[in-house]
C-alpha cells in the first residue's frame, strides 16, 4: 500500500524565519513527486520534482527530492503571513493515469 | 485557456436523500478527470478517476458512484447519502495520457454537509 507521510502536522512561526517542510513516500511505480498549496479551497501547484538533487525554486519556496532516501524537503526563508496555507505533497505514480497519492497535509501558520 | 467548472460551492443534505456534484472543464480534450474527498484535518483521498468517457475507476469502495458522459464532464452520484459522506469534495483535471505532465488542476471545490 502506498504510503506518503508529511511532518510536522502543523507548523506556527513569526514572519521573517524559514521554515522546512517534510515528507517520506513509498509508492511503487514512482515517477515524480508534487508539492501543492492549499490556502482556502483549490490546492495550487508549486513544484514538480523528478530527479534526485536538484534544486527547484520560485523566488522564497525551493523543494529537492532523495530518491534514494525517499524524501523530499520543501524550504521558505523569510515566510510572510500570506504563506499561511496547508502544504501538500503527492508522489506521482506512472503508468497510464497519472495518478497522485497525497499526505495529510503540514498546516503552515504565519504569525505577523 | 483551460478552466475547471465545478457546482455547488456549498451543499446541505439530509441523510438518505440523493447526491449529484458536478464538474465541467474548458480548453482541452480528452483530459484525465478525478473526484477527491478531503475530511477535516486530513489529505486528499482519490475517489474516482477516468481516462475516456464512460471508463470509471474506484479507488474505495463507498457509498458514491461515478460517471463520465461525456469528454469534459464528470459527475458524481449517489443515491442514499451517509452522515460519513460529509466533506470537501474536488474535481481536478489533468493532461490526457499523450503528455507526460502529473500536474493536477483543481476546481474549487463543494463542501458536503450531510445532517
Known amino acids: 500500500e502506498d504510503k506518503v507521510v508529511q511532518s510536522p502536522l502543523s507548523l506556527v512561526v513569526h514572519e521573517g524565519d524559514t521554515v522546512t517542510l517534510n515528507c517520506s513516500y513509498e509508492?511503487?511505480?514512482?515517477?515524480?513527486l508534487l508539492w501543492y498549496k492549499q490556502e482556502k479551497k483549490a490546492p495550487t501547484f508549486l513544484f514538480m520534482l523528478t530527479s534526485s538533487g536538484i534544486e527547484k525554486k520560485s523566488g522564497r519556496l525551493s523543494s529537492i527530492l532523495d530518491k534514494k532516501e525517499l524524501f523530499s524537503i520543501l524550504n521558505i526563508t523569510a515566510t510572510q503571513t500570506g504563506d499561511s496555507a496547508v502544504y501538500l505533497c503527492?508522489?506521482?505514480?506512472?503508468?497510464?493515469?497519472?495518478?497522485?497519492?497525497f499526505g495529510k497535509g503540514t498546516l503552515l501558520t504565519v504569525n505577523p | 485557456s483551460q478552466t475547471i467548472h465545478q457546482w455547488p460551492a456549498t451543499l446541505v443534505q439530509p441523510v438518505g436523500s440523493p447526491l449529484s456534484l458536478e464538474c465541467t472543464v474548458e480548453?482541452?480534450?480528452?483530459?484525465?478527470l478525478y473526484w477527491y474527498r478531503q475530511a477535516a484535518g486530513r489529505g486528499l483521498q482519490l475517489l474516482f478517476y477516468s481516462v475516456g468517457i464512460g471508463q470509471i475507476s474506484s479507488e474505495v469502495p463507498q457509498n458514491l458512484s461515478a460517471s463520465r458522459p461525456q469528454d469534459r464532464q464528470f459527475i458524481l452520484s449517489s443515491k442514499k447519502l451517509l452522515l460519513s459522506d460529509s466533506g470537501f469534495y474536488l474535481c481536478?483535471?489533468?493532461?490526457?495520457?499523450?503528455?507526460?505532465?502529473?500536474?493536477?488542476?483543481f476546481g474549487s471545490g463543494t463542501q458536503l454537509s450531510v445532517l
Open positions: 509508492v511503487t511505480n514512482f515517477r515524480s
Open positions: 480548453g482541452t480534450s480528452n483530459p484525465n
Open positions: 503527492a508522489p506521482l505514480k506512472g503508468g497510464s493515469n497519472y495518478k497522485l497519492t
Open positions: 481536478a483535471w489533468s493532461a490526457g495520457t499523450g503528455r507526460l505532465n502529473g500536474e493536477l488542476f
